[in-house]
């Protein structure tokens, strides 16, 4: 038999190789899907915390809103309760 036709003897060594380069691969497709999960999930959060700001906005303004007109409310009320003390003196006399 010449060395061309000869067959390799079974190497434990090359299963290995594989079985090490199989386990490897894996691993870098674990932990890019591991990086995109994470990703995904800051992109959420940064879309949850848009909304949450455009949402602090309105209750701000809203709040504002709700002062100026208590506000106006309290001059309106005190400007009746002068009018009221001035019928009032009115009337005692």
């Given at each position: ?32 899907t ?9 992109n ?16 701000v ?8 007109n208590?506000?106006r ?12 003390f001035?019928?009032e ?5």
């Amino acid at each position: 038999m010449t060395s061309s036709q000869e067959k390799k003897p079974f190497s434990p060594s090359i299963v290995l190789q594989w079985l090490q380069l199989f386990v490897l691969t894996i691993g870098v497709a674990g932990f890019f899907t591991v990086l995109g999960s994470k990703n995904e999930a800051i992109n959420r959060t940064t879309a949850d915390l848009s909304e949450l700001k455009n949402i602090v906005q309105d209750l701000v303004k809203s709040q504002i809103t709700f002062a100026v007109n208590d506000g106006r409310h309290q001059e309106m009320l005190d400007d009746l309760r002068i009018r009221v003390f001035d019928l009032e003196k009115r009337s005692m006399k």
